[in-house]
């Protein structure tokens, strides 16, 4: 069993940076593959960045690459999204969740999403 809980999410400008992190409990975190998602107001939850089981592979949304980075700390049971450069459109929740499927097609699983973390992007 994983339990999850995210924060680091606040106000910024447009072309500022933020670091959501994740914080897992659980004595198997380290066998899954992590991923971030978002959801804006009124749209659905997407798919944003993902991370293998060790941290050798990470996988990005079209949106998101070049400006994002997801890295996670087994030892510390903890998986991190750096974000800069951040545009008006970034503006949304953050979850993490165990991350299914292979490469950027990846999706969530149901039973472990949380309250998440706000994040806001003014122009």
Known sequence: QVQLVESGGGLVQA??????????????????DMGWFRQASGKEREFVAAITRSGA???????VKG???????????????QMNGLKPEDTA?????IAVGYG????GLSDYWGQ??????SS
């Open 67 to 81: 400006r994002f980075t997801i890295s996670r700390d087994n030892a510390k049971n903890t998986v991190y999204l």
């Open 104 to 107: 950027s097609r990846r999706y």
């Open 93 to 97: 929740v953050y979850y993490c969740n």
């Open 15 to 32: 072309g500022g940076s933020l670091r959501l992190s994740c914080a897992a409990s659980g004595r198997t975190f380290s066998s899954y």
């Open 57 to 63: 592979s990470t996988y990005y949304a079209d949106s």
């Open 116 to 121: 998440g973390t706000q994040v806001t992007v």
